[in-house]
T-cell receptor, first 113, second 116 residues
């Protein structure tokens, strides 16, 4: 049973437009959510996180929204840039120190110039 | 600042051979350390985590083992590799990241293991 799901394997957007990446989870005990970005043959890098006590967290061009009732979170990138092209992983943790995070399968974002 | 080193970057090993992947962390003490594996086209699966020297928790039954002989050293091993052990292995340190404002993982650069 996959507890964190990213149902869109890929997403393509035009440079300058908004990218919206979605993530659903099934375990209502998850308390902390994170997004990571990964380039080929590299380890993922942390992007942004959100605690379950919030519904929005913003960091520059990146905003994460959390809808606890729907068990859904999304990552918005505005404006999208070609350098944002990568695989984006959603992750969830049972506690706010991000221990033992459960990852989704990732969404490959392609930003076209 | 904290850094994490993982090696080798790539490895091709025959079935039945042993494995040893090493991960070291600098700039922090008593870190929580993790080994993840990414299969092709899939997400990251947690294999092992450690909260201190000699303390190892296994998340999934498998052909691999982990050890933490020193505070900032985490080793992934196998006595006899299987074809199904192929994948991209990532070591991670859990702590404050994102310019120190949030908790998350800092990952190593990964090891691409191909068992032939």
């Amino acid at each position: 049973d996959q507890q964190v799901k990213q149902n869109s394997p890929s997403l393509s957007v035009q440079e300058g437009r908004i990218s919206i990446l979605n993530c659903d989870y099934t375990n209502s005990m998850f308390d902390y959510f994170l997004w990571y970005k990964k380039y080929p043959a590299e380890g993922p890098t942390f992007l942004i996180s959100i605690s379950s006590i919030k519904d929005k967290n913003e960091d520059g061009r990146f905003t994460v929204f959390l809808n606890k009732s729907a068990k859904h979170l999304s990552l918005h990138i505005v404006p999208s840039q070609p350098g944002d092209s990568a695989v984006y992983f959603c992750a969830a943790s049972l506690n706010t120190n991000a221990g033992k995070s459960t990852f989704g399968d990732g969404t490959t974002l392609t930003v076209k110039p | 600042s904290q850094t994490i080193h993982q090696w080798p970057a790539t490895l091709v090993q025959p079935v039945g051979s042993p494995l040893s992947l090493e991960c070291t962390v600098e700039g922090t003490s008593n870190p929580n350390l993790y080994w993840y594996r990414q299969a092709a086209g899939r997400g990251l699966q947690l294999l092992f985590y450690s909260v201190g020297i000699g303390q190892i928790s296994s998340e999934v039954p498998q052909n691999l083992s982990a050890s933490r002989p020193q505070d900032r050293q985490f080793i992934l091993s196998s006595k006899k590799l299987l074809l199904s052990d192929s994948g991209f292995y990532l070591c991670a340190w859990g702590g404050r990241t994102g310019l120190g404002r949030s908790y998350g993982y800092t990952f190593g650069s990964g090891t691409r293991l191909t068992v032939v």
